[in-house]
């Protein structure tokens, strides 16, 4: 139902490989670690709730580690973001995390990295030159999300309900995502329509974009979304139409702790995902500190995938609180 972009921006089936190399002489020993190790992170945005949380964890784990750890934000400018990248080469990083907006020509900058025994981490999308690649399994994801939606919609609407999907066509790995959202109500909820969808990857778009479709689709009860980010947003469309019933059902992923909060109070917000996102950003500083010392680290490490809804969502407390 969504058509995948040509190559240049797809991300490819990914054969991932360990990296055999050892420091230059300006780095640290191969097997061993400078005093400071270095770490440079390279994401699309980090305006997104999820992120930044991520974020604020490595940094976290990273002091604990006694690393320094660079931060860049894309703003899903895949130049910027290759820019980015070549300065983290350039000054000196022991270890680069690379979440791609184009896979294709990031792989190649990710091979001039390892080239100079800089270690690389693809994060969430698969890269051809990485050391590791810490992955989502988006089918086990969408498929989760689907089945939160289906599973409420049978409940509370008797099986029949009016769905909008947000996806994110831009990404091979999200277009997968909200593929298998699509299949899992067509399989749980056979009763249930997908009449609209649209492209979103913040809140800000989320809220606009759900306003039109809204406007379109007056009866649409049911929101999945690929990512909490622009669920938030459309939770705040739907909010302000009036619409934070007990009859409209909103699902995303990602566990934004605004999405949490939102669960909590028993809003229309019903649930999300956890795909490690309570431990992704200590997880992959631990990750880059062990390929920096010469530790093993497999080769594809997977982010596990938890609902949450209103059920289990208090075990989220603390995490809530940060």
């Known amino acids: 139902m969504r058509k995948k972009l040509l190559a240049v921006v797809l991300v490819a089936a990914m054969a991932v490989s360990m990296a055999a190399c050892g420091k230059d002489s300006s780095g640290s020993q191969e097997g061993g670690s400078k005093d400071t190790a270095k770490s440079g992170w390279s994401l699309m945005s980090t305006s997104d709730a999820v992120i930044a949380q991520a974020i604020s964890d490595a940094r976290d784990k990273a002091d604990e580690l006694g690393m320094e750890l660079l931060v860049s934000d894309a703003e899903n400018d895949a130049t910027k973001q290759l820019n980015a990248v ?3 080469i350039e000054s000196g990083c022991d270890c680069i995390v690379i979440q791609a907006i184009d896979a294709t020509s990031m792989s190649k900058e990710a091979q001039k990295a390892r080239d100079k025994g800089i270690k690389v981490i693809a994060y969430g999308i698969g890269l051809d030159n990485c050391d590791v690649w810490y992955k989502n399994d988006n ?3 969408g498929t989760a999300i689907g089945k939160m ?4 919609i049978n409940e509370n609407l008797d099986g029949k309900a009016d769905v909008c999907i947000i996806g994110y066509s831009l990404m091979e790995v999200l277009v997968e995502r909200a593929d298998a959202i699509e299949a899992a109500i067509k399989k749980e909820c ?3 329509e997908i009449v609209a969808e649209f492209d979103a990857i913040d809140s800000s778009t989320g809220m606009s974009s759900t306003e039109s479709m809204l406007a379109a689709h007056p009866n649409v009860h049911v929101i999945c979304s690929i990512s909490d980010g622009p669920g938030v947003g459309a939770y705040e469309a739907v909010k302000s139409a009036g619409l934070d019933t007990d009859k409209f059902g909103i ?3 990602d566990l934004s702790t605004v999405a949490l909060g939102y669960i909590s109070a028993g809003t229309c917000y019903r649930g999300t995902t956890d795909t490690d996102n309570m431990i992704c950003g200590s997880k992959t500083v631990e990750m880059a500190y062990d390929l920096i010392t ?4 497999d080769e594809v490490v997977t982010m596990g995938v938890s609902p949450v809804t209103i059920e289990n969502v208090s075990d989220y407390k603390d995490f809530m609180n940060k």
């Not at 939606?149 to 409420?152: F, L």
């Not at 010469?294 to 680290?297: F, I, Y």
């Open 86 to 88: 070549e300065n983290f």
């Open 139 to 141: 089918t086990v994801t």
């Open 149 to 152: 939606a289906a599973d409420w």
């Open 190 to 192: 056979p009763d249930a």
């Open 251 to 253: 699902f995303g992923s």
């Open 294 to 297: 010469g530790e093993k680290v």
